[in-house]
């Protein structure tokens, strides 16, 4: 009988733990965050960090193996902001980027990172089996002079027919 | 010259009578000969391209997805589905298109963003093979406006609206716009167009320049 006790007893006490932790937490959640803008970046490029705390009147630091060194946001329009430039030397890839607060709290989020690829030439994307031959060109200039040909003959029948009337 | 016109009564009156047919006629045949080259040329002009829209623009809201690789790409207006491999670049620098013998399938440039990223995924596909139509032949009839989607590994669909759909010599892409628009998840699908010239390949790339509105499932 005890033991049975016992048995049921440990969920249950487990679960108001876990309830009694996880309540509050969401509402952390709600109001500390960094958000990365945009989350997909050439290196070399900038992006903004757009970051919220408790208190949104103090400074924070936002970390990163993608940046150069630790940035600071500082407060702005209610958020905590910086604009920080992603070294042209990073490697592609995903990096983690944290947030923390002077309170303690901590957010992260994930930065994509490119190497910058602009070919200057176009891709070779077809080899012809549609392209239109010489016979196309042929037949727009040989009727385009057919057209001409016919009016300066209709001109020419008009005058002589006014002439001639 | 009042004597000129009696001289030769006969003359006058028979052509009189024939030049006026003639003309008509000949001014048909040029309009049906120049109308058939132009339609073989193709691209060259169409009635489309005359009453085209400068271009949509793209919306102001719009969503964002983690990266994940292009699996299947469909343009419902022009009844193309077709599945996507990854391409890297040519020996020329070039982005590289699908094998020939992969003619059917696009290729995505893996050195770029994911479809529904930030920034411009570049898929390119063939326009032609020696013999006749491949994948993107219809690409520069498409229209602003049109939806282009892509299902992605995740199975996330991301569904994207065309803006506007041009045309530029392949030695003068305008890189900037083709490849350096990081300021939302836009998608560029590339194939040839132009002149084609033997031993060398097409003269110029159709570029359409679509951006992302919205994404289904999975």
Redesign the interface.
């Known amino acids: 009988m005890t033991r049975r006790l016992a048995a049921t007893a440990v969920p249950l006490l487990l679960v108001t733990a876990g309830m009694a932790l996880a309540a509050p937490a969401p509402a952390w959640a709600a109001e500390v965050f960094l958000e990365v803008n945009p989350s997909t970046v050439e290196a070399g490029q900038a992006v903004n960090l757009r970051a919220s705390c408790d208190d949104n009147t103090k400074s924070a630091r936002v970390e990163s193996t993608a940046f150069a060194a630790p940035v600071t946001v500082e407060p702005r329009y209610g958020l905590l902001t910086a604009t920080v430039t992603i070294p042209a030397d990073r490697n592609a890839g995903d990096y983690s980027v944290r947030l923390t607060c002077t309170g303690g709290q901590a957010a992260t989020t994930t930065l994509h990172v490119l190497i910058a690829t602009r070919p200057t030439r176009g891709p070779a994307t077809g080899f012809g089996g549609t392209a239109p031959g010489d016979g196309a060109r042929l037949l727009v200039g040989g009727g385009l002079a057919a057209v001409a040909a016919g009016l300066v003959l209709a001109m020419v029948a008009a005058r002589r027919r006014r002439a001639g009337a | 010259m009042p004597n000129g ?1 009696h001289e030769r009564p006969s003359a ?1 009156l028979a ?2 009578r024939w ?2 047919p ?17 339609g ?3 691209g060259g002009l169409s009635w489309g391209a005359l009453f085209d829209r400068p271009g949509k623009p793209p919306p102001r809201e719009f969503p ?1 997805l983690e ?1 994940s690789r292009p699996v299947r790409i469909a343009i419902p207006s022009l009844d193309l589905r077709a599945p996507v491999i990854a391409v890297g ?2 020996g ?6 699908p094998p ?1 013998e992969r003619h059917t399938e696009v290729g995505w ?1 893996d ?3 994911t479809p529904g ?3 411009p995924a570049i898929i ?11 994948v ?2 219809a690409l520069r009839t498409l229209r602003p406006g049109a939806a282009v989607e892509v299902t992605r590994r995740d199975r996330t669909v991301a569904i994207f609206e065309v803006s506007s759909v041009e045309r ?1 010599a ?2 003068r ?1 305008p ?2 716009r ?3 628009d ?3 998840p836009v998608l560029r699908l ?3 167009g132009g ?2 010239v ?1 031993g060398q ?2 003269a ?2 159709v570029i359409v320049f679509a951006s992302l509105v919205g994404t289904r499932g999975p």
């Open positions: 016109r006058t052509r009189g030049t006026g003639a003309a008509i006629g000949l001014v048909l045949a040029g309009v049906f000969a120049t109308g058939a080259g132009l073989q040329m193709g964002v990266p670049l040519a020329d620098g070039s982005i590289a298109a020939l440039f050195r770029g963003p990223q930030f920034g390119v596909g063939h326009a032609d093979t020696r013999t006749g139509p491949s993107f032949h530029f392949k030695v892409l890189s900037d083709v490849y350096g990081f300021s939302r590339i194939t040839c002149r084609f033997p390949g097409y110029d790339n």
